[in-house]
Each structure stands twice: as structure tokens, then as C-alpha cells.
């Protein structure tokens, strides 16, 4: 069975293989020379992911600091202009990884943005002069004296007051309507406008911290190699200048026993 010669050879190199862990949350994880394989990673994608970490095992042989600085393609690729090479890995990732291409939080965060121009419209029916960028004046003079200034915070408030008969409120950006049937339409559109807004900004700090996740150097390479195996043909059609690189690289002995692996385990 290819894993099992595939964990036997990477022991043999003194890595420590676990496969029965749950990786951080990921399919898989490598830190010095220790690569978790989670538990739960589809059978079809043990060899894939397996291969991926022992890539980075590879890059911190060649560039030691990898651990800590995410590494360098000047370094992976010996040679200063990786221009070129850094777009193709890129359109590898993306083959590679769907989820890199953040269609569905890019999605989500459509629907906000819809969803705040619909609010925004409410607002200016009543208030024509509104604008996101200033102060909404009248809004701020009303929600001094509501229970509705908590949910400029939170989307759900539970409110408990009293000492002898403690009574508790629910409250929700959802049903302002039923818990305040006195505020005014354009002042539940501009709560719901503000918690739209906060969830795009949470959208695109994940977007971005998942963006800065897949262009690490590190994460470029070892999906090339893990590409590589998935579908050769196709990885070396849109990233042949990486793929020159990397094979030359490679025949000359500069990933170590990276060569190894290719000789055996990849068609």
C-alpha cells in the first residue's frame, strides 16, 4: 500500500508520522520534523496531504527559518527573479485547493454588501440626506433612551433586570419590529445596517488572513508538490516555467530526498 511505504520511508528520514490526530483542524500539519495527518482526512487525500507536509519538511531542510518566517521562493527556487514562478503557484494553489479561491466567503460577503445597500435605501426614503461616512444625528438623539442601543453591539442581547422579580428581555437585530413596534422604519434598517457591516469586516479579515496563509511560500511549494502528484499533466500545463525550475532543481539534488519520493511514489 502506497501510504503505509510512504510514512515507512519518512520514518526512516527520522520524521515522526501520526495519523490518527486531529491535525490543529487541518488535513494535515507539520513542525519540526513532526507531521500529523488528521484522522478525519478523506482516504483519497491521505497521500496528497501526506506528500504536502512532507514538502515543508523539505523546505526547512534547505531554508531552516521556514518554521518561523514562512520561507522564500528566492530560496526554494534558487534563483532571484520569481516573478513569474509566484503566479503560476498561485494558479496551482487554486487548482489544488479550491477553498483558495474564497468563493464562498466572497459570496457571503456579496450578500452583505447587498443587504447594506437595501438598508441604506430604507434610511433614505425617511432621511435623504443620510450617509454611511457621517454621523446619523437623529438616529443617535433616539437610541440614547431605547434598549435598542445594545444591538449596535451585538445582533442578540439578553437583558436581565430587577432584584426581587428579575425579568429577562431578548432581544434581536431580527425582530426589531416585534420589540420595538415604536422605532421608526428607517432606525431598524440602520441597525441592521451596522450589523451587516460588522459581518463584512469579519468576512474580509478571514478573507484576508486566509489569503495571507496561501501565498506564504511554504504553502506555494508544497502544493506544487502535492499538485504534482494529483495531476502532473495538468500542473505542468499552467505552471511550466515553475515546474522547469523545479524539476532542474530537483534532478540536481536540491530538495534532498524529495528526488527519492518523486523516483518511487509519484507515475
Known sequence: ??????????????????????????LGFYLKKRIDISKNTPEERVIPTLLHEFAHYIHSVIEPSMEKTGGTLEVIFNQEDIFVIKKELLAVTNFVDKNSKFEKLEHHKQILKNKIRECESVIKNGYPDFMRS????????YIKKSNARYLLKYDRVKLVSGIAVKKVEML???????????MPKEFAAYIRLMSCRKKQARVSSKINRLNKYYNKPTEL????????????MEVRMMAPVACRRFFQLL??????DLSVVFANFYE
Open 1 to 26: 500500500m502506497v501510504e503505509k511505504e510512504l510514512i515507512k520511508y519518512f520514518k526512516s528520514l527520522g520524521l515522526d508520522v501520526h495519523t490518527s490526530t486531529k491535525a490543529r483542524g487541518h
Open 134 to 141: 457621517k454621523k446619523f444625528k437623529e438616529f443617535n438623539r
Open 172 to 182: 434581536s437585530v431580527d425582530n426589531i419590529e416585534l420589540d420595538f413596534p415604536d
Open 221 to 232: 511549494f508544497a502544493r506544487l508538490v502535492e499538485g504534482l502528484y494529483m495531476d502532473s
Open 251 to 256: 534532478d540536481e539534488g536540491y530538495y534532498k
